[in-house]
């Protein structure tokens, strides 16, 4: 029997300082530590290890640079009221972090190693996880290859990290209705692509979309279908839902849709509420005809960051649909309220989603309410 790896812990001598918990946005500062692992054909993976954040050394050949062979997750850690420290569904992210690797013949992880080590990575930084209401510590798990080779072939050498960032709430002033451009020049993706894979090369073809619908005013674009830009796929980086006559219809997921987990902890919530919800393919035509005709009741995207994005207005070839009079519908908002609850521990969590990280030291209750 393989043994299985032990992981090494290098505390860092000189700790950061901590941001102020109203400054801290998403994804600009970072931990004291970070966790890395190796890969090596004639090795595997191997040499796991929780170090002191710092930069890493890369040969410039390295394959990532020239052909884009890397993937990556998120998901975030949450504090509750009495001190614990949870994850949401973090399984699933590491299924799907092997799914996107398979795409990218990226070697497969061991997720039950990579799941421990991000308990204790999360245990060591167990200081930056924010208290204030809305804040959470988020999570990025990603793997890049290594091999200083020019040729086009899947790399020999890997690395895969963790990193962590503490984020301040998506939300400060409450559930917020955002404007959205359906896109119908460029794609995201296309069936038989990487749609379906968390890797790098995804966002960059989006990025210059989403600079076009910035300047004109909308927060993010809506995906076509890269064959007949008709049918619809995501919202900016976020799986998309319209409630419509009642029923709530999200597109299946064809090949070139991200499997959110948020995604697929709403389908579930919904069931769980007895609310006709249903997967099927969705043309923007039906989308309007349904806005036009009054059925069109409420439209929200869902991804980690935000968990419920409502939609307030859609623009298509110049033709505004104004949804819910552009405010934030009440199913939206009771989506919203149930799953970030579940997450925070302040509700119950009927279907056993959260997995609390053991051995961190439980946080003085005292100190974390001093502030509210
Ligand atoms: C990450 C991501 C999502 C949302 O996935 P969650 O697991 O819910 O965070 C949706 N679409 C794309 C393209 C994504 O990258």
């Known amino acids: 029997m393989v043994q ?21 946005g998403f994804g600009t500062y970072f931990t004291d530590h970070m966790f890395i692992m190796d890969y090596a054909i004639e090795k595997g993976w191997h040499q796991p290890r929780i170090v002191p954040y710092q930069p890493i050394l890369l040969d410039p050949a390295a394959k990532v640079f020239h052909y884009g062979q890397t993937i990556f997750e998120g998901l975030k850690a949450y504090l509750t009221d009495d001190g614990r420290t949870l994850l949401f569904r973090p399984q699933k992210n590491l299924q799907r972090l092997n799914r996107s690797n398979e795409r990218l013949s990226i070697p497969e992880i061991d997720e039950a190693l990579v799941l421990d080590a991000l ?57 917020n209705p955002v404007k959205i451009f359906v896109e119908s020049e460029y794609v995201r993706t296309v069936i038989g692509g990487v749609g379906e894979a968390k890797t790098a090369g995804n966002y960059a073809a989006g990025l210059k979309a989403q600079e076009i619908a910035k300047e004109q005013g909308y927060s993010q674009v809506l ?25 709530v219809y999200t597109p299946s997921l064809n090949g070139s849709i991200l499997d959110g987990i948020t995604r697929n902890s709403i389908i579930h ?54 949804i819910n009079q552009g405010q934030t519908g009440d199913l939206s908002q009771r989506l919203y309220d149930t799953l970030s609850g579940i997450q925070r521990g302040t509700i119950s969590d009927p279907f056993d989603w959260m997995l609390e990280v053991e051995g961190s030291a439980p946080v003085a209750v005292s100190s974390k309410n001093s502030n509210l």
């Open 4 to 24: 299985p790896l032990e992981i090494t812990i290098e505390r860092s001598v000189n700790k950061k300082e901590k941001p102020p918990e109203d400054q801290l």
């Open 223 to 247: 995906w076509l279908d890269g064959i007949h830009r008709k049918y619809i796929e995501e919202v900016g980086s976020m799986n998309v839902f319209f409630k419509i006559k009642g029923t």
């Open 119 to 175: 308990k204790q990575l999360i245990a060591v930084d167990q200081d930056w996880i924010p208290t204030e209401a809305g804040t959470s510590l988020y999570i990025r798990p990603f793997v890049f290859a290594t091999q200083p080779a020019l040729g086009v072939s899947p790399s020999t050498h890997y690395q895969f990290m963790i990193i962590m960032s503490p984020v301040g709430a998506y939300y400060p002033e409450g559930v």
């Open 269 to 322: 919530l919904l069931k769980h509420w007895n609310i006709p919800v249903v997967e099927q393919i969705l043309s923007i035509e039906e989308l309007y005809e349904a806005g036009k005709a009054g059925f069109l009741e409420e439209a929200f995207g869902t991804g980690t960051a935000a968990v419920i994005s409502p939609i307030g207005e859609l623009s298509w070839c110049d033709e505004k649909l104004v």
